[in-house]
């Protein structure tokens, strides 16, 4: 599946045809609501407040599972549905709420699944992509005590998750789900989802706690509906998701079903503090997971590599911004600069950019090891003087390929030790790149 999803995404993307202009309107939405998050923020907390719902700040995670706990145990709670949230997995809000005593259910099903393999997500959309079906079949197998059955095929699995969860929809005291997107003008949040589950968890329960950001505020309904349009289609390549829902707040007198009491939870953690910086750029994204799906370093390590809630480029700049640069150091450096996901980013993110400025970061605080820092400046010196820079790269060229002749590869070269502790490093072959640019040009003359 994972493969696929560039091509649907370029698929819809071509079929929609008014990419890049719904683009620029969205990143000039996301910029104005940024540059003045104070004002929407209030208006948001003003109308919602309106609309009966609770609004509550947490400057960090600890304090966001402390609030949500807190709720939970107001109403003696004893089991939680769950909707999909990066952010409470930016929290860890599950493990949290377990040592409170409860049971904990995510309900999304690639969710569902990682949660029963004991795993973490390793993709923001599609958190068990890294899963196969045989192993999904297996681990239901295992967990779920239902006696005799084959699930071989993908509907009896998703049919046996929809009947385990039903239970759960139905038995939770409270439901926690995420947010797309706040709308400040109305107080409402809106979620999408494909399965229908956020809505069961935010109807079911008689309590509901909206879990989110400040960055996802937007001024009104209608940018909101344009932002989803982009999210859809870059995510999955799909016109429209299932399900696309705005919650309001609790229950009122004349509403068949719905939550009694509704709060919402807006999380800092370190946005305000990359607002002010140089990378506030990285707050426009959507999170709809088109960089990672057009990473090829993603493609080749997978989304746990990472070690972070938020995986591929876009975890790359945030993981740095959310913890610190020395606890993230690898992440900036893990990109090839090809470019591809700031192409395809619907929130026109210059990922690289935000990248190499990590990395300068990185250097400039002396995180990244001296010897690092002196060969990129032993780089930077040589490639700032072309003619040196062929001549030392023709010695080095014919040198290798001489010596590396006989076996096509090294085991063992100076410098190099990284890449050959894993792997051979392959011995030059035909002639340096720059030779083939100038014979192919002198050609063309
Ligand atoms: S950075 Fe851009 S492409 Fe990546 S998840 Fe965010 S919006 Fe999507």
Known sequence: ?????????????????????????????????????????????????????????????????????????????????????????????????????????????????????GETPSHIVGPALHKSRESIRDLFLEKHALGERELNEPADIVAEA????????????????????????????????????????????????????????????????????????????????????????????????????????????????????????????????????????????GGHSYGSVYPGPVGSVLTPLLSSLEQAEALPNACTSCGRCAEVCPADIPLPDLLRDLRHDLSEQKVTPRRWRFGMRLHAFVAARPGLYRALTNLGFGLLARLGRKKGSFQHLPLAGGWTSARDFPAPQGKTFMAQYQARQAIDE
């Open 1 to 117: 599946m994972a493969q696929f999803l560039p091509l649907m995404r370029d698929m819809a993307m071509d079929e929609f045809g008014a990419f890049e202009e719904l683009r620029q309107h969205v990143k000039r939405v996301r910029q104005h609501t940024l540059d003045n998050l104070d004002y929407y923020l209030a208006r948001f907390e003003l109308e919602a407040t309106n609309n009966g719902n609770q609004v509550h700040f947490a400057s960090d995670g600890a304090e966001l599972n402390s609030i949500v706990l807190d709720i939970c145990q107001q109403h003696n709670a004893r089991r939680v549905a769950k909707g999909k949230s990066m952010v409470t997995e930016e929290t860890g809000l599950n493990h949290y709420l377990e040592r409170g005593g409860l049971d904990v259910v995510e309900t999304d099903l690639g969710e569902y699944i990682v949660q029963q393999a």
């Open 162 to 301: 929809r009947r385990v969860l039903r239970e759960t929809f139905l038995t939770a005291d409270v439901g926690i789900i995420g947010a797309n997107a706040l709308v400040a003008d109305t107080g409402y949040s809106m979620l999408v989802t494909n399965e229908g589950n956020g809505d069961l968890c935010a109807n079911l329960p008689s309590v509901l706690i909206v879990c989110t950001t400040l960055d996802r505020l937007l001024p009104r309904g209608e940018d909101a509906s344009a932002m989803q349009r982009l999210l859809v289609r870059s995510a999955t390549g799909q016109p429209q998701t299932c399900y696309t829902s705005f919650y309001s707040g609790p229950r009122r007198e004349d509403d068949s079903d719905g939550p009694l009491e509704t709060h919402i939870v807006l999380l800092d953690n370190e946005r305000t503090d990359i607002l002010a910086s140089d990378y506030r750029e990285v707050l426009q994204c959507i999170r709809c997971g088109a960089c990672m799906n057009h990473c090829p370093i993603f493609a080749a390590v």
